[in-house]
């Protein structure tokens, strides 16, 4: 399925928060691979609050192509509203002219999407759709590794801050092919600020040095993990 593989891990990180340049850099060290997604009518470093002491800044998009290359950004709406508030112009509004932004900033076509605050109901499934969005993530964790359901309703494996996460791994990395009835996916997310509010970077590089540098496993982004689904 994933060049041969049947085991695949993708993370997926919200906001654009200067701390991404922290963890893509964790990322890269790992070889591993993450989807950004961004909200584009916002991304400024005025767009700021403060947590647990601990500043939290969105970036400005000068130098983002270069920090977030190898990796992939999606679609999270303009302005990060809850959907749910929102005529269907207005919804629409949001996805689409965020995904034109981000595609005239970042030179490629843009397939995916978060809900921001997750979000969602049948109308904004058939909005998002409308707008040429292949997969859309929701907050919704499935608690275990497994293949896409409802690309629209996408449900990640979990949270990094899961108290299951460690066992999850060991139990998805530990899976020989030849045991398995179907693939796998381990689908992470989070925002990188949390790491810094709880003073946790270490769990994320726990998380990937259990996840590197296994030749059983396919490493992408979330367009590439899911492709296979939508192609």
């Known amino acids: 399925m994933w060049d041969g593989k049947k085991k695949a891990v993708t993370f997926s990180y919200d906001d654009g928060i200067v701390y991404d340049k922290k963890l893509v850099e964790i990322f890269n060290r790992y070889g591993l691979k993450c989807t950004f997604n961004l909200n584009s009518g916002i991304m400024t470093g005025a767009n700021c609050w403060t947590d647990n002491n601990v500043e939290i800044k969105r970036m400005n998009f000068q130098g983002l192509p270069e920090l977030y290359k190898g990796h992939e950004v999606a679609v999270h709406t303009l302005t ?4 749910l508030d929102y005529d269907d112009e207005t919804v629409v509004n949001e ?3 965020d995904k ?3 595609e005239n900033i970042f030179q490629y076509k843009i397939e995916g999407m978060a809900y921001p ?7 904004i499934k058939g909005l998002v759709k409308e707008c040429g969005i292949k997969y859309c993530r929701t907050v919704e964790s499935e608690g275990h590794a497994a293949l896409p359901c409802n690309l629209l309703t996408l449900k990640p494996t979990m949270h990094h801050s899961d108290e299951r996460i460690f066992d999850v791994i060991e139990s998805f990395v530990e899976l020989s092919p030849d045991e398995m009835d179907e693939p796998r996916m381990l689908y992470i997310w989070g925002h990188s600020y949390e790491f810094a509010v709880h003073d946790n970077w270490d769990r994320i590089e726990k998380i990937c040095q259990m996840l590197s540098g296994r030749s059983d496993i396919f490493y992408g982004t979330n367009s590439e ?3 296979p689904f939508y192609e």
């Open 80 to 83: 990060h509203p809850n959907l």
């Open 100 to 102: 034109i932004n981000l």
């Open 225 to 227: 993990v899911l492709r």
């Open 117 to 123: 605050y997750g979000t969602y109901d049948e109308r």
């Open 95 to 97: 996805i689409l002219l």
